[in-house]
């Protein structure tokens, strides 16, 4: 991956952009000329760029690209020269900045701006610099500009050119100036360090937003337009900007224009500004003049004052109004005297300037002071509203999203409560700015009359649903029939629940329950608690820790709690994916034997009648996504207690028949488990949020239009936050990293991974079994020998695939069930911004993982085994440990890459298949967890159910004597048993198999 | 020649956008010869008028007529005396609107009034209040050529409002001036330009070089379309340029344009 750069280059005549791409990997070979700026070692070649380019923006012409090289000053040490833009962060050597040499695009206005537009403004992609990210961000500006028409067509004589020009006359854009220039990243001046960054910012936004008027309408047909020297300016507007002809009626021409913009050169020190003064109690309001800094526009001078300095204030002054009089009529009014300093208002003039002058003076550079309670004339607090008051509320888990609860309302108006009479005499008048108490404030018709009706048709109390409640509070605005709720108090359990929805760590952790076989770590007492908080309010949960915190034994926990408190009434369905079926019932069963599970799957589950006594006897029926759809009619037929979606990402999609037929499922709580980062995939957050709370977030399509567009293309910050405000009760979402959970987890920790096989690698194991056994029992000696490690080795194949086995070239996915588990665990450790090893003794797996993995996950793989050479292993090793954007999987083969290397970047170890030994399994495990590793190392050991790998696992962990032997014997103590015994251990057990049809 | 009455009666603002361009125009209309008054027109028009020169209170024009030879205009107002302009700036002192416009570059609508307060006119009232002669063997008067260059004058005076007040004697800067010394600011008028201050260049250092703080401004994530669709354009009025309206027509036609399409653009809809 390749970290993009731009650089708009400002050295007059030569105005353009400067695009340039650098790699982890020194791509060139420094030479050590001193006083020539070298080759910057990181940066890509024209020939490597453009694919580079191509890839990132797909939809942008390049054909036309030139190609530049430029001299930039870079950032370098003295010992190493010129330093990767990514790796400064860790240097310990004074910085300085170097000349080097860098090869790169060159862009004319036009086409930078096209590329601008495509930059993503927000989000972390890596492979975006801060210069790129931040001339899009001007980009931006210039898009603001265009919208609100700060812009004008000017025409300069020497060399007869037509240019639209930047109009940055208001305080908003003079602000801005300010703000983007001190912004401005010293990379974006790496090319013209001697140009101001005022200068490099004005250069730019001029040249862009000329581009992208020529660029942004019809050419006119010049049939249609005056004849004359007007006509060739017009046209150099819209094509090419010089202009042929040495018309003579061009200087006129240029006068006649300066003329016209003359209104708009009062820019000075100082800007004529205006201040809205109410009345005190009705009559007359006040429009005073004044003079207002721009530097600082708390800075004021008042006109008396103006009246007694010197001329230059008055001029300013003077042409102030006379300008800001054309904008607003009624200023003239105030001009008749000799020195002027204010005019007056009648109350529809005064809402008139507030509506519509305020923001046209202000664009146009004028400063505009409003009374407070004016000065956001949209915002709740200031308008006519109700105040609302909770009433006494109990948990209740039959309570839900959509329960009323009572509240007290009051009319409010300005912060001050409104008596029905104080109303009807300020609806009375028909004034559209009223004043309540010390403020003015608008009072607006259309809530006039929904207040009017609101009295008409309510009593004292109101009702509100939890969800609205939960809403106001999150500070989501809401109405009732049409009038804002500007004010709202809980008290007692409501007020209680506001609190602990907003703050997590309120919550009272819960204990291990009785009967649960284990320990629960702090965090997860805690989990346990939210889980029956939010179940006790009928609020749906979505727990979202990162994978290896254990949400499943926090849910087991919880359901035995439920139980231990008799609140356990009915079965509680819980869906995962096949992979995982087995692993909670193994789960299950060891943490909570008191808890009754039941897993629903295969030929031969119970149907109809059958499956609801089945249900009804056992505490948790688990089952699979799949499988719902396929029986929807009879889980319908059960009265739920509970609903867990296990690997809840598996309902993002809301149109897919299976989400549909879970979302027809009801149950009295509903809980989602997640290990990926949810909060950070909208669609998947909608999707889940509304599963668990129905309608809580809107429809889909609001979802789309308020959050998702603003936050995903345009990284808008307030959206984002208003969402998590929303959402934020209903997520608990801990991580590794978290301090008070860190110091909760060992250093490494160790578990199995139970995978169910296909019912491919069910036959295939089979079939290899009964010919094995046979022909072992034909043979001896060594030739018996030969027999069984051969059939070792053939059912490990088909645990790992069946394509592993057959050689068939065939496609991989959907057909081993280790496969499956490891790609949803990938998954997680990719959305965690994690690094993983996998081991296989395979080589031959290796491959067929690699290519199907990195075409699965859409990145680079890693692979290492005897046959990688030794650059190639150090390549690997060198880019995994160092390059900031490098591969985050590395499969190695179990002999090559299990000794030796250092791996610290990952922290998530996979041993895809088994070699029985632990010492060679920890050996390797601890190419990461070593001197280096900074964070929890987790290591899976995958095991299929039903199979030798099972059986050989057990016994591993049940005998200590016979692991022993298995560790100095290797594998072949298994050639050393009878018959019959290998048999015990070979057979599959059929009831573990997965009918993963259609899932 | 109806054709030329026609476009005449058609296309009265051709030469003044500005009103009181406009009332300049009027002033010459008002005495009638309408077909005379057509000639000159295109002879405006078409650029019969080779020169024309605004010395002091008299303008210089040559003018091409049918003749090989092109003919010398002159046009005059009667100049105010010092004591009637004294007068007159008192006036308009006494009400800040004036200064105000005329510092906006606008000539302030009832200006009439300062000059009518001291009997006089900014305008010219009657025909005899223009003084002008033309070398051409025309006796009437005035001829095309002076309605030629009574018209361009009009075109003038919508682009600079103040050519009217040095016709009577004064410049802008010098009312202007007068103005301010009534304020009791005797000091001469500066540059209202600030000095420019020369800010050092910002050496370029390894400090955050690669490192780009803060947000972007919540405005520019969600860009809104202004609350009223008018522009600078609006806010500015025609060019004082001879074609001004489809010139403007044209430009409001690109600014909305250009909108449209920056909004689709904001929205992520190329």
């Known amino acids: 991956m390749a970290i993009l750069h731009g650089n708009w280059v400002h050295q007059p005549p030569r105005a353009g952009f400067f695009l340039w791409a650098e790699t982890w990997k020194p791509v060139a070979k420094r030479r050590k000329r001193p006083e020539e700026p070298v080759a910057y070692p990181f940066a890509l070649s024209t020939a490597d760029l453009v694919p580079v380019v191509a890839g990132q923006f797909p939809s942008l012409p390049l054909k036309s690209l030139e190609s530049a090289t430029e001299t930039l000053l870079l950032p370098a040490t003295k010992s190493e020269g010129v330093l990767y833009s990514a790796s400064l962060s860790s240097e310990d050597e004074p910085l300085v900045l170097e000349a080097s040499l860098v090869e790169g695009l060159w862009l004319d206005a036009a086409q930078t701006f096209e590329l601008l537009l495509r930059v993503p403004l927000g989000g972390a992609d890596t492979s975006i610099g801060s210069d790129l990210r931040y001339w899009s961000q001007c980009a931006r500006w210039v898009l603001d500009l265009l919208v609100r028409a700060k812009y004008l067509p000017g025409l300069e004589l020497t060399p007869p050119t037509a240019r639209w020009v930047p109009l940055l006359d208001s305080a908003v854009d003079q602000a801005r100036l300010k703000d983007f220039a001190a912004r401005l990243p010293g990379a974006c001046r790496a090319v013209s360090p001697t140009v101001a960054p005022v200068e490099m910012l004005r250069s730019f936004l001029e040249s862009a937003l000329d581009a992208r008027v020529r660029s942004g309408h019809e050419s006119p047909d010049p049939r249609t337009l005056p004849a004359g020297a007007v006509r060739t300016w017009l046209l150099a507007l819209s094509g090419d900007p010089v202009l042929k002809t040495a018309d003579p009626e061009l200087a006129p021409l240029a006068e006649a224009l300066s003329t016209w913009r003359s209104p708009l050169n009062y820019q000075t020190r100082s800007r004529t500004g205006f201040r809205l003064v109410p009345p005190e109690k009705s009559g007359e309001w006040m429009l005073e003049f004044l003079l207002q800094s721009s530097e600082d526009p708390e800075r004021l001078m008042d006109a008396r004052t103006i009246w007694m300095t010197d001329g230059d204030h008055q001029e300013t002054f003077l042409a102030g109004l006379g300008l800001a009089s054309r904008l607003y009529a009624p200023i003239e009014r105030g001009l008749l005297t000799r020195q002027p300093s204010h005019c007056t208002l009648n109350t529809a003039e005064a809402f008139q300037f507030l509506k519509a002058a305020t923001w046209r003076l202000r664009d146009s550079g004028f400063g505009v002071l409003l009374p407070a309670s004016l000065s956001e004339m949209g915002s709740l607090s200031n308008r006519l509203g109700l105040k609302l008051e909770s009433g006494a509320v109990k948990p209740n888990n039959a309570l839900g999203m959509q329960s009323l609860l009572n509240f007290r309302w009051e009319l409010s108006l300005a912060g001050q409560a409104l008596s029905r009479e104080d109303f009807e005499r300020l609806a009375a008048s028909a004034d559209p700015l009223v004043k309540v108490g010390n403020a003015w404030v608008e009072l607006r018709p259309q809530d006039v009359r929904a207040a009017k009706k609101f009295f008409e048709t309510r009593q004292d109390q109101v009702g509100l649903s939890l969800e609205h409640v939960l809403r106001l509070s999150f500070g989501d605005a809401q109405t009732i029939s049409g009038l804002p709720i500007v004010n709202f108090d809980s008290s007692g359990p409501l007020k209680q629940l506001l609190e602990n929805l907003t703050d997590h760590r309120k919550l009272t952790p819960i204990d291990e329950p009785p009967g649960f076989r284990g320990t629960l770590r702090p965090y997860q007492k805690l989990g346990v608690g939210w889980l029956d908080f939010l179940q006790q309010w009928g609020l749906g949960a979505c727990l979202a820790d990162d994978m290896g915190l254990g949400k499943t034994i926090e849910l087991i926990a919880f359901l035995l709690h439920l139980k231990s408190q008799d609140r356990l009434d009915g079965p509680t369905l819980l869906i995962c994916p096949t992979s995982v079926m087995g692993n909670w019932e193994r789960e299950v069963k060891k943490f909570a034997p008191e808890l009754g599970v039941h897993v629903h799957h295969g030929t031969r589950r119970p149907k109809g009648r059958n499956f609801v006594e089945t249900a009804q006897k056992k505490q948790i029926i688990i089952s699979s996504y799949a499988l719902v759809q396929r029986d929807s009619k009879d889980l319908k037929r059960v009265e739920w207690m509970g609903m867990v979606l296990d690997e809840a990402q598996n309902i993002k999609n809301p149109d897919a028949k299976q989400t549909q037929a879970i979302r027809e499922l009801s149950a009295r709580f509903r809980i989602a488990l997640t290990g990926t980062p949810v909060e950070n995939r909208l669609g998947e957050l909608w999707s889940i949020l509304d599963y668990l709370n129905p309608g809580y977030l809107g429809a889909r399509n609001f979802f789309q239009r308020r959050f998702a567009v603003p936050i995903e293309k345009y990284g808008d910050r307030s959206s984002l936050n208003a969402l998590r405000m929303l959402v934020q009760p209903f997520i608990l979402r801990r991580l590794k990293s978290d301090p008070q959970v860190i110091q909760d987890l060992p250093e490494k920790r160790e578990s199995n991974v139970f995978c169910p096989l296909t019912p491919e690698q069910a036959a295939l194991y089979e079939r290899v079994v009964t010919d094995s056994l046979a022909r072992i029992e034909e043979s001896t000696g060594i030739q018996r020998r030969g027999v069984v490690l051969a059939t070792l080795v053939k059912l490990k194949q088909i645990c790992n695939h069946p394509s592993h086995f057959l050689g068939d070239g065939g496609t991989l996915p959907e057909r081993s069930g280790k496969l499956r588990r490891l790609e949803e665990m990938l998954e997680e450790v990719l959305a965690e911004d994690e690094r993983a090893l996998i081991f296989t003794q395979f080589a031959e797996w290796g491959h067929l993982l690699q290519a199907h993995l990195s075409k699965q996950l859409g990145a680079e793989v890693f692979f290492l085994y005897g046959g990688s050479s030794k650059n190639q292993r150090e390549a690997m090793v060198d880019r995994f440990q160092r390059d900031p954007q490098g591969p985050r999987i590395f499969i190695l083969s179990l002999k090559a890459g299990g000794v030796g290397l250092n791996l610290t970047r990952a922290n998530h170890v996979f041993h895809f298949d088994r070699w029985w030994n632990p010492a060679v399994e920890n050996q390797a495990t601890d190419r990461v967890f070593r001197i280096g590793q900074t964070k929890n190392v987790q290591v899976f050991k995958f095991v299929c159910t039903g199979t030798l790998e099972e059986r050989i696992n057990d016994l591993i962990e049940s005998k200590k004597a016979l692991a022993e032997q298995v560790v100095s014997a290797g594998e072949n103590w298994l050639s050393e048993m009878s018959t019959d015994q290998l048999r015990q251990l070979l057979v599959l057990d059929r009831s573990e198999i997965v009918d993963t049809e259609g899932d | ?270």
């Not at chain 2, 296309?11 to 300049?24: D, G, L, M, N, Y």
């Not at chain 2, 010092?82 to 002192?93: G, S």
């Not at chain 2, 361009?152 to 040095?166: I, N, S, T």
Request: proline share 7%; net charge negative.
């Open chain 2, 1 to 270: 020649m109806s054709d030329l009455v026609k476009t005449g009666t058609d296309t009265p603002k051709v030469f003044a956008s500005q009103w009181w361009a406009q009332r300049w125009i009027d002033v010459l209309e008002s005495f009638g010869w309408t077909q005379r008054l057509a000639r000159g027109r295109n002879y405006a028009r078409n650029g019969n008028v080779l020169l024309m020169d605004f010395q002091g209170s008299q303008v210089i024009a040559r003018v091409q007529g049918t003749a090989p030879q092109p003919y010398d205009v002159s046009l005059g107002l009667d100049r105010f005396g010092d004591e009637q302009w004294e007068e007159v700036i008192e006036t308009l002192a006494d009400r800040a609107i004036f200064a105000a416009k005329l510092l906006a570059g606008e000539m302030p609508q009832n200006i009439e009034e300062a000059f009518t307060a001291s009997g006089l006119s900014l305008f010219p009232f009657t025909k005899w209040d223009i003084h002008s002669q033309c070398s051409c063997p025309d006796s009437a008067n005035p001829c095309k050529h002076i309605a030629a260059v009574y018209y361009l004058m009009g075109e003038r005076f919508d682009q600079d409002p103040f050519v009217l007040f040095a016709l009577r004697g004064r410049t802008r800067a010098e009312i202007i001036q007068r103005l301010r010394e009534l304020r009791g600011n005797a000091r001469t008028a500066v540059d209202t330009e600030a000095p420019v201050k020369t800010v050092p260049v910002p050496p370029l250092t390894v400090e955050h070089f690669w490192e780009l703080d803060g947000d972007l401004d919540p405005s520019l994530v969600v860009i809104a379309p202004p609350p009223s669709q008018e522009t600078v354009i609006d806010f500015l009025g025609a060019p004082p340029i001879e074609t001004a309206e489809p010139t403007v027509n044209h430009l409001k036609s690109v600014y909305s344009q250009v909108r449209d399409r920056a909004i689709a653009a904001s929205l992520g809809g190329e």
